[in-house]
């Protein structure tokens, strides 16, 4: 496992194109973001064809998976109703699955230092085309 402090184009351009190749494989098409900690976004995509809200969710997803340190789909049941963050979602908090949070460092030190979000197919669909973008993220 490599361990990296920021998010820089060379390796966001190479998770969306894992997310495609996912996406792809499964039949879908989906827009791809890769945010930054700040969740500004560093590169982004979109499969000919994708869906027009792609554009606005993947970002989101990616931006709620770092501004809550953890997967937008382990998000989704806390946001829904009766859940602890009820009445989060909307504004920039996208509250289902897609988006998973970049993790650097280790013990104490580790923290979020970026996200990918993923948008256009199932929600299945989406989080494992996010997965393949993260796999790329953790292994380098």
Do not use: N
């Amino acid at each position: 496992m490599k361990f990296r402090d920021a998010v820089g184009l060379e390796i966001a351009l190479r998770m969306c194109e894992a997310a495609i190749r996912q996406a792809t494989r499964e039949g879908a098409l989906v827009s791809v973001a890769v945010v930054d900690a700040g969740g500004h976004l560093v590169t982004f995509q979109r499969m000919e064809g994708a869906e027009i809200a792609g554009p606005v969710l993947a970002p989101g997803k990616a931006y709620t998976s770092v501004a809550h340190r953890m997967t937008t789909a382990d998000l989704a049941p806390l946001a829904a109703p009766g859940g602890e963050l009820y009445g989060l979602a909307g504004d920039r908090f996208v509250c289902f699955g897609g988006g998973i949070p970049l993790w650097a460092g280790y013990g104490e030190g580790e923290r979020v230092v970026g996200g990918v979000g993923v948008s256009g197919g199932t929600v299945a669909q989406d989080v494992s085309c996010a997965e393949a973008a993260a796999s790329v993220w953790r292994t380098g």
